[in-house]
């Protein structure tokens, strides 16, 4: 009897042994279980917080999203109503009695109400088309909404009659408009956008705006209820001023529209005072740069007395809101690849209250989140670090931030991820300070040598940064030193940092990325005999850039590229906004510039085996970029190899299974040269 009791402990020991010594790394599938909060919003009174809880379908192969409720100090999260369909734009009542939502149905979204007592639900509306935007009157008897009025498309030529009971192609698509296509949404029908307002108890939505000018959905009611301040490009030559756009308001019972500023550039997404009296918004002067600063402005609710508030922060700011005494306001900015929200008064003193806000992107480490006040100062926002993805979080007056929900608990518990560090190094170009990041793979062990993977973030007017990422947790689960730094042009930095690659792209950016590399291989983290690049849309032309430019890369997966800049700026559905930001002119008056840009200029000097990976669908880098890519090293006899994913756009990784597919792609093509 005794040794099989001495058996069973030793057999027990092992099994605990086991379990706390090793957990596995991520694994592909596993991205199928990742959850995200989005959008949290909290009562007015701040004992509540209703949240969008988004997540994965492994049978449906798509994205998921409820709305869900949980206290404030972490207890009772649940499901807010029974419906499986998409819910989103949850918005409480001034009094907090109510939530305001939109819900998908077989028909289109719909406006729906939730009383927060009783839990009943009721339909408000009967749309034609999707509300965004939704905005409640400060008296509660009142939604504002944005919706598309659609028009009938041109017609030119009238088809003869076909025959009783024929069947005929579809008719021809005629299109006069300059922007007539955007990736991920395809061919968009005839139509503008307006402002529309419905009683709260439901009842027939009344159109506020008109003409054939886009109202932008951001907008706010001043405190009377009377007027709707919103920002459009009302311009007569609006089509090609597109950059631009003006802060305006509206009278609700006469429609009556007043325009209150008037500069050469974006104003947008007004914010008025507590006290009606002043507007805040964002904007800049247009320069026609590759990247200029969003600066917070303030007027008069008549549009005089303009003045600039964030003019010492040097920083995009994003996402702003009033303090209840009006005394300053709340707002999002990036920093050194960390989103934060700070405070700032109406003299321009800024005060950061929370950092590593973000965490609604799964796939890289881009910039994310957002966040609400209560009326008592208590602040709901996505927190996420390296660790996992946007999880709820809550900043109280005087106490330290506080994490309430934990989504992941279940899959990430179980995995052992990879360590990010940041890192930061000099520029050889001109001294600068280049910041980036690595990640070790999980169980690292500092006395071995292990391959690095270099992964070029897109944009290039874009930022990486200390946030979640299931790619290159990936990558780094498969034996991989990650890198993935942020060049000169990335935000974060300043305007003047973002702006080095006007007219100049690529230029020195591809200097800051190799000496992170060479700083890599000197300190020992990198093996400079087991080098592999990649990266997707500005990523993706780096990466071919970089090819073209040195052989000391095992093997390239190139992304979603730009090839050619003077093909692609012709084909994109952003076609018309690249000349002069870019390249000066247009490319039929600037060719040799647009060309030695291009990085099939250098296909010739390419001796790195390729894979060239591209969505069917894409818009924005178009197939036919990635295909001059494939077939000019086909033609020079490069080890090469086009992987084209069907359905999907230039969110390349959109469906989850997507994501997986680039994934494992890239990590074969690696493979077969490690």
């Not at 529209?257 to 050469?264: D, E, P, R």
């Amino acid at each position: 009897m005794c040794k099989y009791k001495v058996f069973l402990v030793a057999l027990l020991g092992a099994i605990v042994s086991f379990g706390q010594v090793k957990k596995n790394a991520l694994e592909a599938l596993d991205v199928f279980e990742l959850e995200f909060v989005s959008d949290p919003q909290i009562s007015p009174n701040g004992n509540q917080i209703v949240y969008c809880r988004n997540g994965f379908d492994i049978m449906k192969d798509n994205s998921k999203r409820n709305l869900w409720m949980i206290n404030a100090d972490g207890s009772n999260n649940r499901k807010l109503t029974s419906r499986e369909l998409r819910e989103g734009q949850a918005r409480w009542s001034p009094k907090g009695d109510r939530i305001a939502f939109v819900s998908s149905t077989s028909e289109g979204a719909e406006l729906y109400m939730y009383w927060v007592s009783t839990g009943q639900i009721a339909k408000l509306s009967q749309l034609p088309e999707s509300p965004s935007g939704l905005t409640w009157s400060p008296d509660g008897l009142a939604l504002a909404f944005s919706m598309k009025v659609n028009l009938k498309a041109p017609v030119l030529a009238h088809m003869p009659e076909k025959p009783k009971g024929a069947t005929w192609a579809q008719p021809a698509r005629i299109t006069d408009r300059l922007k007539h296509e955007a990736d991920g949404a395809g061919y968009l029908s005839p139509g503008f956008s307006h402002i529309f307002i419905i009683p709260s108890q439901g009842g027939t939505a009344r159109q506020l705006t008109h003409g054939n000018y886009n109202h932008k959905s951001n907008f706010s009611f001043s405190p009377k209820g009377d007027e709707i301040y919103f920002s459009s490009n009302r311009n007569e030559n609006w089509e090609y001023d597109f950059r631009n756009s003006e802060v305006y308001k509206i009278n609700i019972a006469t429609k009556e529209i007043q325009q209150l500023t008037s500069q050469q550039g974006p104003d947008y997404a007004p914010k008025v005072s507590p006290k009606g009296d002043l507007v805040a918004f964002l904007g800049f002067k247009d320069n026609i740069q590759a990247h200029q600063t969003t600066k917070l402005f303030v007027m008069r609710n008549n549009g005089s007395e303009r003045q600039l508030i964030s003019g010492n922060l040097d920083r995009n700011v994003t996402n702003i809101n009033w303090s209840k005494d009006g005394k300053g306001l709340y707002f999002m900015y990036d920093d050194k690849g960390n989103t934060k929200i700070g405070y700032i008064t109406l003299s321009g003193k800024v005060t950061t209250l929370v950092d590593n806000v973000g965490g609604t992107i799964l796939g890289r480490p881009y910039a994310s989140g957002s966040y609400s006040i209560s009326s008592e100062k208590t602040i709901a926002f996505t927190q996420s670090t390296p660790a996992y993805p946007a999880e709820l979080a809550l900043l109280e007056t005087k106490r330290p931030v506080k994490k309430i929900t934990d989504l992941n608990a279940d899959i990430l518990e179980q995995r052992t991820l990879g360590e990010v560090e940041e890192v930061w190094y000099k520029s050889s170009y001109d001294g600068r300070d280049i910041q980036g990041w690595i990640v070790t793979p999980p169980f690292y062990d500092a006395t071995k040598s292990y391959p690095l993977i270099v992964e070029n973030h897109g944009g290039p007017i874009l930022n990486y940064g200390d946030r979640f990422s299931a790619e290159i947790q990936l990558y780094a689960a498969d034996g991989y030193v990650v890198f993935y730094p942020n060049p000169r042009g990335s935000t974060s930095y300043g305007e003047e940092f973002g702006n080095l690659l006007y007219n100049n792209y690529p230029g020195q950016d591809y200097n800051d990325v190799m000496d992170g590399v060479d700083y890599l291989i000197k300190k020992g983290v990198a093996n400079k005999d087991k080098l592999f690049v990649t990266g997707g849309s500005a990523g993706g032309i780096m990466t071919a850039w970089m090819i073209g430019k040195n052989k000391r890369f095992k093997a390239a997966v190139v992304a979603k590229p730009v090839i050619n800049w003077i093909s692609k700026t012709l084909v994109a559905d952003n076609y018309y906004g690249y000349a002069n930001s870019r390249y000066p002119g247009q490319p039929w008056e600037n060719f040799e510039t647009y060309w030695k840009f291009s990085p099939i200029s250098l296909v010739g000097a390419i001796e790195t085996p390729t894979m060239v990976m591209v969505g069917m669908d894409d818009l924005r880098t178009p197939p036919s970029e990635a295909k001059q890519l494939y077939h000019a090293l086909k033609l020079r006899k490069i080890e090469t190899v086009l992987v084209e994913l069907p359905g999907a756009s230039h969110s390349i990784a959109r469906r989850p299974s997507q994501l997986i597919s680039k994934v494992v792609h890239t990590l074969a093509w690696f493979q077969k040269f490690r």
